[in-house]
Every structure is written in C-alpha cells, then in structure tokens.
C-alpha cells in the first residue's frame, strides 16, 4: 500500500506536526498555560483572573526597563503594594537601568512569555508557579542595530488574594540572572 518513501515522508511529516503542537503548549503565546493544577472547585473564571493578573503584573515588571514609570501597584494587595512596588523599583533601577546607562545603551523593547507550571486555588487564595523567558532589546546611541538579549525560564512564585472580586498579588518571587548571584 505505502511504498518505503512515502511512509518516510508520512513520518516525517508526523514529527514535525508533533514538534509544532508541542511548542504550541510550550511556547504559548503571552496567557497559555503548558500545565494547570486548580486544586479546589474553583471556576474556571478564577484561573483565568488569576493568570491575566499574573502575566499583566509581569509584562508591568520588566516594562520598568523602558518606561520607569510604569504602573506595577496596582497589581499588588493594598497591604503589600507599597513595599513590593518599591523593592520591584528599586531592583529594576540597580540591575538592568543604571549599568545600561553606565554602559551607554538604553533599552528599546521587551516581549515577556510566561508559561504557567502551577496554578492552586484554594477559597480565596491562589499560589502560582509559572517560567518566564523575556526578550529585550537595547541600543547604543548613534547606532541603527538593536541588540536582543534573552533570558529563559526564570521562575517566578506568587501568591495572590482575591479582594473586592479581584485577584491580586500578595507576595511574588523570581530567580533571574542577577537574583541569582
């Protein structure tokens, strides 16, 4: 029925079909999740507020890179927004804006890629495991070439509470390259 190469190609073309979907669940695009544990009855409602919470406070995060300004408090419980917006500031500002400009380049762009590993909601808490691979670029003054940097799978921990009908963040942890050292 099936001569030696066409099963190769059939084959072959199962692979790749399998490799795509799999990066599609890997990759994901800015809210797909590859794994999802909802450990109450929680509504289905409840995972997605609190994911979009999740991937909004973390695109706010590392928008610090360009704009400074960037609104992150309002991501965070009114009893911890203060000194988690200011410990985010502040680590921001020392390890990614003041030695760019010690070093002359400023950055231009960022593209944030979270992909969920755990999601537990419990009442009206939630505790959230999820791997972040960030993209910025930067550039040098003078110069028409940007230069990307990547950093993959940074693991970020958060606990949330839902207040008011909304989810939000109580306590957020990450590891990248420099909380690393």
């Known amino acids: 029925m099936f001569r030696p190469l066409q099963w190769k190609r059939l084959i072959a073309s199962l692979i790749v079909f399998v490799a ?24 289905d409602r409840d995972l997605v507020a609190v994911q979009q919470t999740i991937v909004q406070a973390l695109e706010a995060r ?3 890179m360009i ?17 988690e917006e200011s ?9 990614y804006l003041e030695p760019a400009a010690r070093a002359g380049f400023r950055y231009t762009s960022v593209k944030v890629h979270p992909v969920f590993e755990n999601v537990e909601i419990s009442g009206k808490t939630a ?5 972040v691979s960030v993209e910025y670029e930067s550039m040098f003054p003078g110069s028409n070439e940007a ?9 970020y921990f958060a ?20 909380s690393k050292r």
């Open 20 to 43: 795509g979907l799999a990066s599609l669940f890997v990759s994901g695009g800015s809210t797909a999740t590859a794994f999802s544990l909802v450990a109450s009855p929680s509504s």
């Open 62 to 64: 590392w928008r610090l």
């Open 67 to 83: 704009d400074p300004q960037v609104n992150i408090k309002s991501f965070y419980d009114p009893d911890t927004s203060e000194q």
């Open 87 to 95: 410990r985010e500031r502040a680590y921001v500002r020392r390890h």
């Open 127 to 131: 505790k959230v495991q999820v791997f």
């Open 147 to 155: 230069v990307m940097t990547k950093e993959a799978n940074i693991p």
């Open 159 to 178: 606990t949330l509470a839902k207040r008011d009908g909304h989810w939000l963040i109580v306590k957020v942890s990450g590891q990248d390259t420099y």
